[in-house]
């Protein structure tokens, strides 16, 4: 089911998520919304805050592939990348924020499976981006020259 996103203001988006303890439907049936909220809105990724869930989930939809990353955690983070993000959660608008260019995380899948994931470039951005969601963290306030986006 394609889900409300939640818009920069409401609190949700402000709170330090939870960690994911329970690997079943409705952990499934979560991952299931976000995957089609997140085409559905045409975003590269998507946070569960965003949808009004205070967990550590979050899917990301890139040329890469789709990925659904569940407790993510970074490992580490290299180098420095300049370039414009915007946010489903802050509608048309853009900004421009230095990230990491490559970054590796670890993470669970919808099973609670563990994983390794090493990502870099557009990839690298899109994880920094939603996990900093999970922290209560827009990337607005890492952004400068926060501006009217053309689409
Ligand atoms: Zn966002």
């Not at 960690?19 to 045409?42: C, H, Q």
């Not at 946070?47 to 899917?59: D, F, H, T």
């Not at 669970?108 to 963290?137: M, P, T, W, Y």
Request: overall charge negative; proline content about 3%.
């Amino acid at each position: 089911m394609v889900r409300d996103i939640v818009q920069i203001g409401n609190p949700i988006l402000r709170k330090k998520c939870e960690k994911v303890t329970e690997f079943g439907k409705e952990l499934s049936s979560l991952l299931d919304d976000m995957k089609e909220t997140v085409i559905a809105y045409d975003g590269a990724g998507l946070a569960a805050p965003q949808i009004g869930v205070n967990l550590r989930v979050v899917v990301i939809n890139v040329d890469e592939g789709y990925f659904e990353l569940v407790n993510p955690v970074f490992v580490w983070q290299k180098g420095e990348q300049i370039g414009a993000e915007g946010c489903l959660s802050v509608r048309g608008k853009q900004g421009t924020v230095v990230r990491p260019s490559k970054v590796k995380i670890l993470f669970q899948d919808r099973n609670g499976d563990k994983f390794s994931l090493v990502a870099r470039d557009f990839l690298a951005r899109a994880i920094c981006h939603e996990l900093d969601h999970l922290d209560g963290i827009i990337y607005t306030d890492k952004a400068t020259n926060v501006r009217n986006s053309e689409d």
